[in-house]
């Protein structure tokens, strides 16, 4: 390997544990499928093609990280183990048309990381544009914009972040990403976790209807089944145009393992019948680093911190590792101080930093809601349906012990440390359930508001992921005109609540406000979807309230 600026080294293979119930030759036949027929020219004649886009991540100051997938030869597709050592150069440049290149380099794409290569780039300015490529065998890919992060000192008069969470490929297309792409003024775009689904084909929230049908068909175990996953997410258009348009800082959540994972299994994973959950989240883990631009962070996880000048820095949490198992509703074992979302190491870490911070703001990349949340008195033809959108118990409603509501030490113990040290301007931005939320972050939410509130919080809706009125087959705001106002009576620090629809968000800072602009979709099935404006709510700096603003940024 040889580069003006660092270049990262190729990731080691796992010995994959497959599924018994799925036979060798049917999965190599998927393997192949989807893959075969969308190979170009050029790979059908066994010169390498770049197929799957390219991307950037992690934007530092001084650099940014680069990823690309390289088909070598046909034969040699995502999750095969097949296909010859590749040379990769790659090549950045100030100017779209490489006319001032600052850096360059090359590696191996190898089957070993299923020919998928990341390049570290260092020495470059702080908050610049860049242009990067990728080729291979007299192949180019496509040629992608990148930003790197403010300098650590840097007065920032502003930063405007994309937002995105729960893109299932089955339930719909990924309008939201091209929208998002289509702005063309983001320093990068955020995403919450489940970026791609681990369900076999219709098995999981499609309305009845899979969109278009996932690869491999069956639900997802090995090495080689999580990178063809991957894979397939990788080669939709709209997903490649926002990885082309600016960098992503991406963590995971439950889905890019297995559904409500925890540090020793998930409630979609059968122990005896599907291997040792120990061989499936390594498998899992892997191919994550493999085919998303993500650097692996302490222990090889994805709680990082990083900055952008004096404006903000962002701490982002892994909040599946480390996890005690969910605890079983009713059980009182949600107050138990033993159990752990964070785990000791992480919250510590993050407790430190949010103590240290010099910054404006301090964002937190939070895979689950840390708001309190209580249902009310909805009527029972909602109440089920947002128990299972919620993973409550259909019979009664009660807490959802996936979120931070099953791990109340941990929250506790964090929100007392933002009060016991006056840390303001906190602000967790969250995805997961599918419903778009604007929160204050109570201490105590039993006599809020009349107690302090210690941080806000903006959750996104999904991208595609079924949210309540696809659960309960409604047309489209009639759900949540009827569970807004119930949800909001309930919990007096919610101050909006939108249980229906599918979209992204736009948060953009400055010194005196953190603002998110919340956008929805025409139809989640249509890949011409439009999107439009729906809400913006902030946050003024010092007060650590939401309030609502009737302008989007």
Known sequence: MTSRHRSSESLNSLAPRRRTVVKAAAATAVLAGPFAAALPARAATGAPAFLHGVASGDPLPDGILLWTRVTPVPEATPGSGLGPDTGVSWVVATDKAFTNVVAEGATTATAASDHTVKADIRGLRPATDYWFRFSAGGADSPVARTRTAPAHDAAVAGLRFGVVSCANWEAGHFAAYRHLAARG????????????????????????????????????????????????????????????????????????????????????????????????????????????????????????????????????????????????????????????????????????????????????????????????????????????????????????????????????????????????????LTGDIHMAWANDVPVDAGTYPLSAS??????????????????????????SAVAAPVIRAANRHVHWVDTDRHGYGVLDITADRAQMDYYVLSDRTSPNATAAWARSYRTRSGTQKVERTYDPV
């Open 185 to 428: 003024d983001l320093d990068a775009w955020l995403h919450l976790g489940d970026y791609i689904y681990e369900y076999g084909s219709g098995a999981y929230g499609t309305r009845g209807t899979v969109v278009r049908p996932h690869a491999p068909a069956h639900e997802i175990l090995t090495l080689a089944d999580y990178r063809t996953r991957h894979a397939t997410y990788k080669t939709d258009p709209d997903l490649q145009a926002l990885h082309h348009s600016a960098p992503v800082v991406a963590i995971w959540d439950d889905h890019e393992f297995a559904d409500n994972a925890w540090s020793g299994g998930a409630v979609n994973h059968t122990e005896g019948a599907e291997g040792a959950w120990s061989a499936r989240q390594a498998a899992a883990r892997q191919a994550y680093f493999e085919w998303m631009p993500v650097r692996p962070a302490i222990e090889g996880t994805t709680y990082r911190r990083l900055r952008f000048g004096r404006l903000a820095d962002l701490s982002l949490l892994d909040l599946r590792s480390f996890r005690s198992q969910q605890a079983t509703t009713g059980s009182g074992s949600v107050d138990d101080p033993d159990r752990t979302l964070t785990g000791r190491a992480q919250l510590n870490w993050l407790k430190g930093g949010l103590k240290a911070s010099d910054t404006t703001w301090r964002l937190i990349g939070n895979s689950v809601m840390v708001s309190p949340f209580v249902a009310g008195s909805l009527p029972a033809h909602l109440l089920r349906p947002l128990a299972k959108l919620l993973g409550l118990p259909q019979e009664g409603l009660a807490i959802n012990t996936d979120q931070w509501d099953g791990y109340t030490d941990d929250r506790r113990e964090l929100l007392a440390h933002l009060r016991s040290h006056a840390i303001r301007n906190t602000v967790f």
């Open 454 to 479: 210690a941080a806000t919080e903006f959750v996104v809706t999904s991208v595609t992921s079924d949210n309540l009125d696809d659960i309960v087959r409604a047309p489209e705001g009639t759900v």
